[in-house]
């Protein structure tokens, strides 16, 4: 793990602000590597792509409203008990904070209506590939969901992002968009988190007002 750095972020000047874009980003095997057990530990325990911290510091200075979304299985499932996750998202978010990246939501989905455990065998709009976690960011954050974009490693956020009219990028980390739970190609696939990022800095159709 890397130590923490503070980096200083500026405001923009009222009135100058540019539409809310949302870049939706999967948790697991998008920005994090997969666990080799399929659980989660202590988040000193966890590795992230290779560069995306740099790479997301500069995407929320060019003014896109960062998401983190997945759903948490584990926790669910009870496999993860509840304290655990909620030490980990905590740990998680101060970790890229220290870096400059600030998280407007962290879009956790601990139900399942099927496998879930106790008070989280239940149906969520939030639990992907449903699309509630989109129509919310555009409720309570006004962001523009065509102007949108989500990252991930399965069909799961790609066919929910699909389904709310954002536009898609696959990666080829993690599940490498071959879990095959849907028949559904995102727009573009990439390597990794990393390089989706850099469309962003580099390239004139996703770096759209």
């Known amino acids: 793990m890397r130590q923490s750095r503070s980096r200083r972020s500026f405001a923009p000047i009222p009135g100058t602000e540019a539409p809310a874009r949302g870049l939706f980003i999967d948790r697991w095997g998008t920005l994090l590597e997969m666990p080799s057990n399929g659980v989660f530990e202590r988040f000193d325990k966890v590795r992230f792509v290779p560069g995306a911290i740099d790479a997301l510091f500069r995407t929320c200075q060019a003014g896109w409203r960062v998401y983190l979304i997945g759903n948490e299985d584990g926790v669910a499932r009870g496999t993860v008990r509840d304290e655990a996750w909620f030490e980990f998202e905590h740990a998680l978010l101060e970790h890229l904070r220290g870096f400059g990246v600030s998280i407007a939501r962290n879009y956790a989905c601990l139900e399942d209506p099927h496998g879930g455990s ?11 590939p449903d699309t509630g976690i989109f129509f ?3 409720q309570c954050d006004g962001v523009q969901l065509r102007k949108s974009f989500v990252i991930g490693d399965s069909s799961l956020e790609i066919a929910a992002g699909t389904r709310s009219g954002l536009r898609t990028i696959g990666v080829r980390t993690g599940d ?7 028949k559904v190609e995102p727009e573009v696939e990439v390597a990794s988190l990393t390089e989706a990022l850099e469309l962003f800095q580099h390239s004139e159709s996703f770096a759209r007002p």
């Open 136 to 138: 919310h960011a555009q």
């Open 176 to 182: 490498a968009c071959r879990d095959g739970a849907l």
């Open 118 to 128: 106790g008070a989280h065998r239940k149906c969520s709009v939030f639990r992907l």
